[in-house]
């Protein structure tokens, strides 16, 4: 079955620190990943996306994930944290052979303190 | 562009009573999502539609919630009756539905907050 795993629920770095997000995925094909961002009353942004190709992709805000498929990962990372990246993270996993179907994990709640 | 339109914003209702929630996805999305996120747990998909035809309900508990794009646009939501643990966010996606390329972003909307009592 399907999976994504945020092994952190919670994570507090200072402001201009850096921040790694981590996710892991159990997929029984191809996977497409993405990282979306939460505002609290707020719907889901896209940060950003990988289909194939460059391991290493650049997204909004700054933000970077790298996927290495040996260990099922997609880590987001951030090399200095604004006060205004505060939010919930969430991974999403999906397949073309599930029909686009996503899978997220529970998210990580970030919060920066000044 | 205008994003994902969904409303109401928030809703409280007792339990047992029945509730709608509706959803405008962005211009020329064959693709509509229905998810549901519970407090402290990511997105579950409950309802994926093409056009107007349903391509994914497994996780949809039928015996309560109904689902329906009619006319391949606006999709509607309902729940009754509604339980204490219906309490949750339900968020609308859209996506371009270009089927086959399996590479497709989907664009959420702001969410409908629902409070059962």
């Known amino acids: 079955a399907q999976s994504v795993t945020q092994p952190d629920i919670h994570i507090t770095v200072s402001e201009g620190a850096s921040l790694e997000l981590r996710c892991n995925y159990s997929?029984?094909?191809?996977?497409?990943l993405f990282w979306y961002v939460q505002s609290p009353g707020q719907g889901l942004q896209l940060l950003l996306k990988?289909?194939?190709?460059?391991?290493l992709v650049q997204g909004i805000k700054g933000f970077e994930a790298e996927f290495k498929r040996s260990q099922s990962s997609f880590n987001l990372r951030k090399p200095s944290v604004h006060w205004s990246d505060a939010a919930e993270y969430f991974c999403?996993?999906?397949?073309?052979?599930?029909?686009?179907?996503?899978?997220f994990g529970a998210g990580t709640i970030l919060r920066v303190k000044s | 562009e205008a994003g994902v339109a969904q409303s109401p914003r928030y809703k409280i209702i007792e339990k047992r009573q029945s509730v709608a929630f509706w959803c405008n996805p962005i211009?020329?999305?064959?693709?509509l999502y229905w998810y549901q996120q519970i407090l402290g747990q990511g997105p579950k998909l409950l309802i994926q539609?093409?056009?107007?035809?349903?391509?994914?309900d497994s996780q949809l508990p039928k015996d309560r919630f109904s689902a329906e794009r009619l006319k391949g646009v606006d999709s509607t939501l309902k729940i009754q009756p509604a339980k204490l643990e219906d309490s949750a966010v339900y968020l609308c996606?859209?996506?371009?539905?270009?089927?086959?390329?399996?590479?497709?972003?989907?664009?959420f909307g702001p969410g409908t907050r629902l409070l059962v009592l």
């Open positions: 539609f093409q056009n107007n035809g349903v391509v994914d």
């Open positions: 997929y029984g094909a191809t996977p497409y």
């Open positions: 990988y289909f194939s190709g460059d391991t």
């Open positions: 996606a859209s996506s371009l539905g270009l089927t086959g390329i399996g590479q497709e972003t989907q664009y």
């Open positions: 999403a996993v999906g397949a073309m052979e599930y029909g686009n179907k996503l899978v």
């Open positions: 211009s020329g999305h064959a693709t």
